[in-house]
């Protein structure tokens, strides 16, 4: 047990996939693992392991934003032994090509700050992916048929911003989406020597305001949950 996972030693897979919303991963437990436990309820943030294709896989909230997900994939590394952690998780397009129900494999993850900014001081880090899950995550989701993107991404500190000039740089330099957690999940994984990507869905898009129903982000959510166990074990 950690201060804010309740499993015990040796409940948490190598593989870990950590969706934002807790509920999400309680669906996506129930949906796509044989056998799911639940192995952490504390302060609602669920997590269950069973396994896919007989591969053991825990899928676990992160919550949202990079200071709850930092808590979350610091225990999950440090405590329990995570080797491979995946996000999956809604983001915003910035670009006029990417559209709703896209799927983004976030190759890099700019920002403005992280939880580990205080540690890096002047240094600007770049947080990227770990290559062999980005290719094999790019070939799970060809062989689905879902519009796909690899590219940069933007997490931010803030849902509601108040930069529109930022963003407007962002999309001039190619970023393809915005969400909350991404950069600080390649930290850590750079820090202690593990494998990390973001698989995204695109929930809504910042130019034109168009948005997902709940029904139709499950649908997009179920591919990108797909992609992500086929990417770990390949
Ligand atoms: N901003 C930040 N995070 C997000 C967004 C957004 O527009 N959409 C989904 N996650």
């Given at each position: 047990m950690t201060i804010h996972i309740g499993a015990k030693p040796g409940e948490i897979?190598?593989?870990v996939l950590l969706p934002g919303d807790p509920l999400r991963a309680k669906w996506a437990a129930e949906t796509f693992l044989d056998d799911p436990v639940c192995v952490n309820?504390?302060?609602g943030m669920l997590g269950y392991t069973g396994t896919w294709h007989g591969n053991r896989v825990t899928i676990h909230g992160s919550g949202m934003g990079m200071p709850s997900l930092s808590i979350y994939a610091n225990e999950l590394i440090r405590d329990y032994g995570a080797q491979t952690l995946i996000r999956i998780g809604s983001c915003g397009a910035m670009q006029p090509h990417v559209g709703l129900r896209d799927v983004i494999l976030a190759q890099t993850a700019s920002s403005l700050s992280t939880p580990s900014s205080g540690m890096f001081r002047e240094l600007s880090f770049a947080p990227c992916a770990d290559f062999g899950l980005l290719t094999a995550a790019h070939a799970a989701a060809q062989g689905k048929h879902v519009t796909t993107h690899v590219g940069g991404i933007y997490s931010s500190d803030v849902f509601y911003d108040e930069r529109p000039d930022l963003n407007d740089q962002l999309t001039r330099?190619?970023?393809?989406?915005?969400?909350?957690?991404t950069a600080e999940l390649y930290n850590l994984a750079a820090r202690y020597g593990r494998r990390a990507l973001a698989v995204l869905t695109v929930s809504d898009h910042l130019d034109t305001g168009a948005r997902?129903?709940?029904?139709?982000?499950?649908?997009?959510?179920?591919?990108?949950?797909?992609?992500?166990?086929?990417?770990a074990f390949s």
């Open positions: 897979a190598e593989t309820q504390v302060r330099h190619g970023i393809l989406a915005v969400e909350m957690e997902l129903t709940s029904v139709e982000r499950e649908q997009s959510f179920g591919a990108m949950v797909e992609i992500a166990l086929t990417a």
